[in-house]
T-cell receptor, first 113, second 116 residues
Framework: AQTVTQSQPEMSVQEAETVTLSCTYD???????LFWYKQPPSRQMILVIR??????QNATENRFSVNFQKAAKSFSLKISDSQLGDTAMYFC??????????FGTGTSLTVIP | NAGVTQTPKFRILKIGQSMTLQCTQD?????MYWYRQDPGMGLKLIYY???????DKGEVPNGYNVSRSTTEDFPLRLELAAPSQTSVYFC???????????????FGDGTRLSIL
């Protein structure tokens, strides 16, 4: 069975600083995909970044980047130059070539002015 | 482009009542999903559909039913509402084919449902 674990229920960071959110997953598959979603207080689920397991290069989207360690089954999200608008719940998600997505329990990030 | 549209946004039900949460998408996605999100928790899959006429159970299907008569619509039905079904419900869709399994899910804005 696929599982996704986010071990940090809450985190905080000073504005303009860098923060890293952790995610680990368990799978026996070799080909799969990983995502980070952001859920602000408005409750919308917004895709932040995605990573294909067959790509060794870490994905980057502006201030957001990942550290993908396939052997360790780790997929952390780094947010640089944190902004107040980054305050949200962040969910790590996994899907393989099957039919389902699996989500972690989320990390609540607060950016402090 | 509307994306994934859920209605209603809020609803209060009495125990034992029934209702249907509507979900429609205009992106021609083949896959659609229903999740529930309890306070402080992640998303749990209730049902999903890989195409019109095909549905399958997720992690927490008890107390719910779905249908997928068209590609666009994927309603979720609660037959006998119970307090344990108080939650926020999200509908999502994605395009999945062998070469495109990396496509993310697109979410609706959610329905906040309270059972009293």
């Amino acid at each position: 069975a696929q599982t996704v674990t986010q071990s940090q229920p809450e985190m905080s960071v000073q504005e303009a600083e860098t923060v890293t959110l952790s995610c680990t997953y368990d799978t026996s598959e070799n080909n799969y995909y990983l995502f980070w979603y952001k859920q602000p207080p408005s409750r919308q689920m917004i895709l932040v970044i995605r990573q294909e397991a067959y790509k060794q290069q870490n994905a980057t989207e502006n201030r957001f980047s990942v550290n993908f360690q396939k052997a360790a089954k780790s997929f952390s999200l780094k947010i640089s130059d944190s902004q107040l608008g980054d305050t949200a719940m962040y969910f790590c998600a996994f899907t393989n070539t099957g039919n389902q997505f699996y989500f972690g329990t989320g990390t609540s990030l607060t950016v402090i002015p | 482009n509307a994306g994934v549209t859920q209605t209603p946004k809020f609803r209060i039900l009495k125990i034992g009542q029934s209702m249907t949460l509507q979900c429609t998408q205009d992106m021609n996605h083949n896959y659609m999903y229903w999740y529930r999100q309890d306070p402080g928790m992640g998303l749990k899959l209730i049902y999903y559909s890989v195409g019109a006429g095909i549905t399958d159970k997720g992690e927490v299907p008890n107390g719910y039913n779905v249908s997928r008569s068209t590609t666009e619509d994927f309603p979720l039905r609660l037959e006998l509402a119970a307090p344990s079904q108080t939650s926020v419900y999200f509908c999502a869709s994605s395009y999945r084919a062998e070469r495109y399994s990396n496509q993310p899910q697109h979410f609706g804005d959610g329905t906040r449902l309270s059972i009293l």
